[in-house]
């Protein structure tokens, strides 16, 4: 029996969150999810009118492209997505979940041409369309959330399907704080973090570009980063699972990172010079999302959380001139029952334990 909560989401994902209008171009991209999640997205794209163009993609696929990946093949690749980007009003993609770990494998320096080929195409989805990027549920994700496939599921469409528009005056009450704000100080278990938000904007995400969403994000000031951090949720980056990463500071610059696998921690920070800097610094606050499952959509928006971004800024929006073929969400969570922890604006407590301490905030908590 068709799950009527799969139409819902659709609809949310072409009205809500990218808003489309009659006669816009939409590209749809499906990576491993099922046949029924592409249906509906074309059918709510055509009800709002707009002109569909899908993508159908699978993780084997991909992976035996990327081992055998030449500078030539990924040149036309990359030429051919980036003219249609630029044909592209809005972009929807689900990415269902494949082995997490399937990449793993892959050389570091196919992966590092790989993603330096395609930057400029997403670069051009960031700042040239109206996107929006989501997972889609599976048993293998639930295994990752220690919880059963039907639980799972519930959780999702729970989270995904969030009155995320009712929380938008509390997100600009959080943006005008962090737009005035000079200097950050972020303390926790590990952590004594300082660093300046001065000149850079931030951005409130209410469920336009990512499901699940929930957090406020900008960047700081290239070189103004001090201190050290570590991150207490799991990541997975480029196929590879990392735990208990702890990166120190200097000048902006990762002087020391270490974690349970420090090797290529560091392999995957030198693959630039900017993967050395932080490009993004960002607030979490979903309520439905407690826990990590190694999976950045949902960690990074963890209730209590922040994520701290080694790499690629975002051009054009919250820019720190900070550019890398990396952008890495690493995420910190400052709940009692992780340790607990306070971030500071121009000294002033904004936020202990993971609660917000001004009225105009508490809807986030």
């Keep these: 029996m068709h799950d009527p909560r799969v139409d819902q989401l659709a609809r949310q994902l072409v009205r809500y969150s990218t808003q489309v209008k009659k006669g816009d171009r939409v590209w749809i991209d499906c990576f491993d999810v099922p046949s029924y999640v592409g249906v509906a997205l074309v059918k709510a794209v055509v009800e709002a009118k707009g002109i569909p163009m899908v993508k159908i993609h699978d993780a084997l696929v991909t992976r035996e492209m990327m081992i055998h990946a030449t500078d030539e093949q990924y040149d036309i690749l990359a030429e051919n997505s980036l003219a249609l980007m630029k044909e592209t009003d809005c972009y929807i993609a689900v990415r269902g979940s494949y082995n997490i770990t399937e990449n793993s494998d892959i050389r570091q320096e196919k992966m590092k041409m790989v993603m330096a080929k395609m930057r400029p195409v997403l670069n051009a989805r960031v700042n040239d369309t109206r996107w929006c990027v989501l997972r889609w549920p599976s048993a293998s994700m639930a295994q990752q959330a220690g919880m059963s496939t039907p639980q799972f599921e519930d959780f999702f469409f729970k989270v995904c399907l969030l009155d995320y528009a009712a929380l938008i005056p509390a997100m600009n009450a959080l943006k005008k704080l962090m737009d005035k704000a000079k200097d950050v100080h972020i303390k926790g278990p590990g952590t004594d973090l300082r660093f300046s938000l001065k000149g850079l904007k931030s951005i409130p995400c209410g469920g336009r570009h990512n499901i699940p969403d929930g957090e406020v994000f900008s960047a700081p000031v290239k070189d103004s980063v001090e201190g050290h951090i570590t991150y207490n949720a799991p990541s ?130």
């Design 236 to 365: 997975i980056y480029q196929g590879i699972a990392f735990d208990g990463a702890r990166l120190e500071f200097n000048k902006g610059k990762i002087i020391k990172a270490t974690a349970n696998n420090t090797e290529a921690l560091n392999r995957i920070l030198d693959s630039d010079e900017g993967a050395r800097y932080i490009g993004e610094f960002a607030i979490g606050f979903n309520r439905e999302i407690r826990e990590p499952m190694r999976d950045i959509l949902f960690d990074e928006k963890i209730a209590g959380s922040f994520h701290f971004t080694p790499g690629q800024a975002y051009e054009g929006v919250a820019d720190n001139g900070n550019r890398s073929q990396v952008h890495w969400d690493m995420v910190c969570i400052q709940r009692p029952d992780y340790g607990g922890g306070e971030i500071y604006f121009d000294g002033k407590l904004i936020r202990k334990d993971g609660k917000f301490l001004a009225p105009e905030l508490k809807p986030l908590n």
